[in-house]
């Protein structure tokens, strides 16, 4: 590649903040999160806004089944935080999350977390 388009290129990297793509920053529950209660929802916060509707994130219980509200949804107020509903009065047992963002410029982010409540 010569010089001149490695300094496009270069520019190009550099000039899309608005469009960076987004990791996760934190969850909760939290990974390896040993709970009393059951709670009503999974939050994750990403560096930037995420596309919910292209987005999933699977609540499965340690059988492997889901049990999730599937209605993942981006925050109204905040675009890079996404939530989705867990049924009321979840049991005790290991719940494990399998999650794949996409942000705005498309990139997709994938990973798993794991929490349980206890009995
Ligand atoms: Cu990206």
């Known amino acids: 590649m010569s010089r001149f388009w490695l300094g496009v290129v270069s520019l190009l990297a550099l000039s899309g903040p608005v469009l960076a793509h987004s990791s996760l920053v934190r969850s909760e529950p939290k990974d390896g999160a040993s709970l009393q209660t059951a709670p009503n929802e999974i939050r994750m916060w990403f560096t930037g806004p995420i596309k919910a509707g292209l987005s999933s ?63």
């Open 57 to 119: 994130i699977e609540v499965r219980d340690a059988a492997g089944k889901q049990i999730d509200q599937r209605d993942l949804r981006a925050d109204k107020k905040e675009p890079a935080l996404v939530r989705l509903s867990l049924p009321p009065n979840l049991g005790p047992g290991a719940y494990k999350v399998i999650w794949s963002a996409v942000a705005q410029d498309l990139h997709v982010a994938k990973g798993s977390f794991s929490f349980r409540i206890a009995p």
